[in-house]
């Protein structure tokens, strides 16, 4: 054999595995022109794919983020619009405008808390769908297919950079027009229809 291929359960653990395996190799074949070379080394577009795949999923969470601050923004502005005889009757009765931004920007940090809960349920729900459906795909360079997978459950971190990602954004849209409520003057509010 010409080379000797290991695959490690978790990529984390190839500097661990490398310096055993340099060990064992320096321990019993000394004179023989062996070399330990990672994946990195043979395949450098491995790391480039990665890149490539970290900008565009950056992309899509900013454009989601975008998405979710326009929605969540129109969404506190009609219930401004819809509340502003509340809003004055909250004055009226001594509450202050940091007390009525505060609750505009808890309703909207509420309502991106349960949308981003949804979405981990129903991201959980399809992954667990496409694994479970014995769809198939064939890589670049292999010729036999290999089960399409989906992996959500265990990116743990993934998903609450995600998940609070997605509420702080819906937190920090809804401040905006939590300021313009808290500016009403008390008249007006009262008297809107």
Request: with cysteine; aromatic share 8%; glycine share 8%.
């Amino acid at each position: 054999a010409t080379a000797i291929e290991i695959q490690l359960a978790r990529t984390a653990d190839l500097p661990a595995a490398r310096a055993r395996i340099e060990r064992l190799l320096h321990g019993g074949f000394d004179g023989q022109p062996l070399d330990v070379v990672d994946f990195a080394t043979l395949n450098p577009f491995y790391d480039q794919t990665n890149r490539m795949f970290s900008v565009i999923f950056g992309f899509v969470f900013v454009l989601i983020s975008a998405i979710v601050l326009f929605v969540i923004s129109n969404t506190m502005s009609t219930a401004i619009i819809e509340r502003t005889v509340e809003i004055g009757t909250l004055r009226a009765m001594g509450m202050r405008r940091g007390g009525i931004q505060a609750l505009f920007v808890c309703e909207g940090a509420l309502l991106g808390v349960a949308g981003a809960s949804l979405g981990v349920l129903v991201a959980l729900a399809i992954a667990a769908a496409v694994n479970h459906s014995g769809l198939a795909w064939t890589p670049p360079a292999r010729i036999d297919a290999v089960a399409l997978t989906v992996r959500v459950w265990g990116e743990w971190r993934t998903i609450a950079v995600t998940f609070v990602g997605l509420a702080c954004v819906a937190g920090l849209s809804a401040w905006l027009p939590s300021r313009h409520a808290a500016r009403l003057s008390i008249v007006d509010a009262l008297r809107h229809v």
